[in-house]
């Protein structure tokens, strides 16, 4: 085994940004690519400001600060992308053309690159020049009108299916499948992941169903949106929350037989209009007991249950502990890398560091010479040391 992760060998160049480039580039770097991420010389201002060490999202990966409103900084970027295999960005289409790094000036000087890009909008079409965050490229997408409860507005989710789902994590499938053809055929090429389209894409099931007619368009009414008693969250008496999710009848009746009703004789949530009553009955037996007590019961069996946990309570579930599926980096607790690989398992991922801060060690590690990084302190292109 390697410890390196199945991505080494692999060099990447980012141009930082906010949302789904940074997670990709995480995610590539998690698995063993060498990721350079090449940063503003002056901080932008954009995302929510945190120390490095809290962007865990930048981890993995050393920085590079580069003045690219100069020829010399462009120039420099290009002599970074000419040793690299693949290159992520995530900015409005037209904004690396207007640099002087777009697709056509990199694969000038590496045919084989594979240049990823993720946007809202994606490259083209009417709406490709707006701006625009998760929650409006999730409504354009479907995914936002079916997230929520009967009756109410739709539910605004955390930036998951849109930034990092159908943004990141997209992305960073495209870049790997590019890299594999570029493999065979020695030719790099573009990939154009958008956002709203990776969020469509999330809804494959849902389009299906709909088209089966096994979807009903009103949200909170349907099997897996809330609408059905038997998968959705109910309320404890010590005001925490658990999930159950029996679907399949057998494990439906072992959760029912758990908590102290017969199968035989409770409502058939085959026939919707009991729906309302099988809600009623569970709402009041999990209101019996704490969140805990119900843990002891359920937990571990076919019941289809898990106790709501909080970000600080799931990384310290025996299950998660078990698994190691948290790390401590630099004091804070995040997500290990995932997925995992028998032969060639990730290493752990460095801390994020201070934009800028690696400039001098990468530019000579990637074989710029020292009289030209002199230079470049010179000019201002660079931060000195």
């Given amino acids: 085994m390697t410890g390196a992760g199945p991505l080494a060998g692999l060099r990447v160049i980012e141009f930082a940004g906010i949302g789904p480039a940074p997670m990709c580039a995480m995610l590539l770097a998690d698995l063993g690519a060498e990721v350079i991420s090449v940063d503003r010389l002056e901080p932008s201002g954009n995302g929510i400001p945190r120390a490095p060490r809290f962007d865990v999202t930048r981890r993995g990966r050393r920085s590079v600060a580069l003045d690219l409103k100069r020829p010399g900084g462009i120039a420099c970027a ?37 240049y990823g890009r993720v946007t809202g909008w994606g490259q083209d079409g009417p709406l490709a020049g707006a701006a625009g965050h998760d929650l409006n490229y999730i409504a354009l997408s479907g995914a936002l009108a079916a997230i ?24 960073a499938f495209g870049i790997v499948c590019a890299l594999l053809e570029a493999r065979r055929s020695g030719r790099g090429q573009v990939v154009d992941a958008a956002m709203a389209e990776g969020a469509g894409t999330l809804m494959a099931s849902a389009f299906g169903l709909a088209a089966a007619g096994l979807h009903r368009p009103e949200r909170g009414t349907n099997l897996l949106d809330s609408g059905a008693p038997h998968y959705d969250v109910y309320r404890c008496a010590d005001g925490q929350w658990v999930a159950v999710a029996p679907i399949e009848r057998k494990f439906r009746d072992d959760l029912l037989t758990r908590i102290g009703f017969d199968p035989t004789t409770f409502p058939d949530v085959a026939d919707r209009a009991r729906w309302p009553r ?40 025996p299950h998660a502990r078990a698994r ?24 752990m991922p460095q801390p994020a560091e201070p934009p800028g801060a690696g400039t001098h060690a990468v530019l000579a590690a990637w074989g710029i010479a020292g009289e030209r990084i002199e230079h470049l302190e010179r000019q201002g292109i660079i931060r000195p040391l």
């Fill in 324 to 347: 190691a599926a948290h790390l401590v980096i630099d004091g804070v607790v995040q997500p290990a890398p995932a997925p995992r690989f028998s032969r060639t398992p990730a290493a």
């Fill in 278 to 317: 099988v809600r009623e009955l569970l709402t009041a037996r999990f209101a019996e007991r704490s969140r805990a007590e119900w843990c002891a019961l359920l937990e571990g069996t076919d019941a289809c249950f898990a106790p709501v946990l909080s970000v600080a309570e799931a990384a310290d579930h």
């Fill in 148 to 171: 929520g409860r009967v009756g109410q507005p739709p539910t605004v989710p955390l930036n998951l299916v849109g930034d990092y789902g159908g943004g990141g994590l997209l992305l």
């Fill in 78 to 114: 290009l002599d970074l992308i000419a040793q690299a295999d693949a290159l992520v960005e995530g900015f409005r289409p037209g904004t690396m053309e207007r640099l002087g790094l777009g697709p056509d000036a990199c694969h000038a000087v590496n045919p084989r690159l594979v």
